[in-house]
């Protein structure tokens, strides 16, 4: 129990880390029950469990109409769902958990597996007893439950970044697709990059000072870290493992990742320093080109006034990577035998019916589930990343290296390269030390 105590004042990292991820922008902390079918002193009484998330806006909309779906499909077993913030879920389940009235069903992302696991509270046996087949899901996302060999969870689904794109202006100026390489990126973005005078990037007299459109967006905050981990993925190199002691980083090629980032502001100035929020942006239609998640797919389908699009993270060295990230359900311990039962039949039914998770954006883990989903649009680019999709590690300490809470590792490399725009030999070598100062920790 010492490291559970221990663990809950890094806890408010976790959900820093996804900040900028989520289906909507509900209060901070929100609650979701379904009917959780009363008990009674009848032997035919359901058996009640708890389930606990982390979603807000329209993914906890679509998670609590499945919840409500399985209670109603049969009388056997009653959940109770709740859904917070990942940070303050965390905290709660781990009070719960030591106060012994732990939730039956947990979620949690695959790089949040590892402290879980080093704190024992997770049921390994009650998965390995579902006898789930790998062939069933989704290859990275059943890789990233399971750490050291043994598996903790069933795949629910994938999140990864792509490029949305402005098809009007592509044509209006004169651009025929999308770009898949970085020759491709930099020539879009440069023409969609347009001063209050009309001319864009390319052209004699641009005006880099009083730019009215920018040709290409995105998040400058841990996000920009993320966007250096796949660039990192795309020369072949990752540093990072699920039991990595120490760390020493590649310098050319981390370098090399953050370099093209800060040239889209800085020598190209094609990317707007300090952009907050391109996804409005690009919504409101002053950006041309950003990346960002398929949790963003509902709300472009939903705002955007133009003809719009969505296209696999271009390859900007020499191999095809994406950063993303899973989620998982997993069954803390528990010695009621029944609860843990009902927890399993639950999970494997949300796993099963998961198709209709797909419309807030999510690409269910589960390959039947994710076949059968209805297409929104934008996320057939999503899927054709599948193959190529970089996970975070599931180390013990990841929720501290790679917070987005400051003065975490990831944010200060992130916010020195995007918003100051320092040497990147400089930012990779402190990246490094502050790294390995978490891990030796």
């Known amino acids: 129990m010492k490291k559970i105590i221990a663990v809950l004042a890094s806890i408010a990292m976790v959900s820093s880390l996804f900040s900028g991820c989520a289906g909507g922008s509900q209060p901070a902390s929100t609650a979701s029950g379904a009917a959780s079918g009363a008990a009674s002193s009848s ?6 469990i708890n389930y606990y998330g982390g979603w807000t806006g329209g993914d906890l909309d679509k998670m609590s109409a499945l919840v409500q779906k399985f ?14 913030q990942w940070s ?9 958990y030591q106060a012994g009235s732990t939730p039956d069903v947990v979620a949690m992302h695959t790089f ?38 043994v598996q903790y969870g069933i795949p629910l689904d994938v999140n990864m970044h792509a490029l949305y794109y402005n098809k009007d202006l592509f044509k209006a ?13 930099i020539a879009a973005a440069q023409k969609l990059t347009v001063d209050a005078n009309g001319k864009n990037a390319t052209e004699s007299g641009f005006d880099a000072a009083n730019i009215k459109q920018y040709g290409f967006g995105f998040l400058q905050n841990h996000h920009a870290f993320y966007q250096t981990f796949a660039l990192m993925n795309q020369q072949g190199y ?44 690009f919504k409101a239609g002053s950006v041309a080109m950003v990346i960002d998640g398929n949790w963003q797919l ?53 796993s099963d019916n998961s198709a209709e998770w797909a419309l807030s954006g999510q690409i269910p883990a589960n390959v039947k589930a994710q076949q059968a989903a209805t297409k929104i649009k934008g996320i057939d680019a999503y899927n054709s990343e599948l193959d190529y999709v970089k996970f975070l590690p599931a180390h013990k300490k990841s929720v501290k290296i790679f917070s987005s809470a400051a003065p975490s590792p990831i944010l200060t490399a992130a916010q020195n390269a995007m918003l ?13 030390s502050d790294i390995n100062k978490v891990l030796a920790g």
């Open 173 to 185: 100026a004169g651009i025929a697709s999308a770009p898949t390489n970085k020759e491709e990126l």
């Open 43 to 48: 032997a035919s009484a359901p058996v009640s």
């Open 298 to 350: 509902s709300g472009v389908n939903s705002a955007a006034k133009f003809d719009w699009d969505t296209a696999a993270y271009p390859q900007i060295f020499s191999q095809k990577a994406v950063w993303g990230a899973a989620e998982l359900l997993a069954i803390p311990n528990n010695k009621d035998a029944d609860k843990v039962k009902a927890a399993q039949a639950f999970i494997k039914w949300l």
């Open 71 to 84: 209670n109603e499909s049969q009388s056997e077993v009653q959940v109770t769902f709740t859904s917070l």
């Open 112 to 149: 949040e597996l590892g402290q879980f696991v080093d704190m024992g509270v997770l049921n390994a046996d009650a998965i390995k007893g579902l006898n789930l087949n790998a062939a069933d899901y989704i290859k990275t996302a059943w890789d990233g439950t399971i750490l050291n060999d």
């Open 238 to 281: 990752n540093p990072f493992t699920d039991n990595m002691t120490t760390l020493s980083l590649d310098s050319g090629k981390t370098s090399a990742a953050l370099q093209f980032l800060e040239d889209l502001v800085y020598k190209y100035k094609v990317t707007p320093a300090g952009e907050k929020s391109p996804i409005d942006d």
């Open 420 to 432: 100051n725009g320092k040497d990147p030999a400089e930012i990779t070598k402190q990246l490094e």
């Open 88 to 96: 303050q879920m965390f905290t709660k389940f781990l009070a719960d």
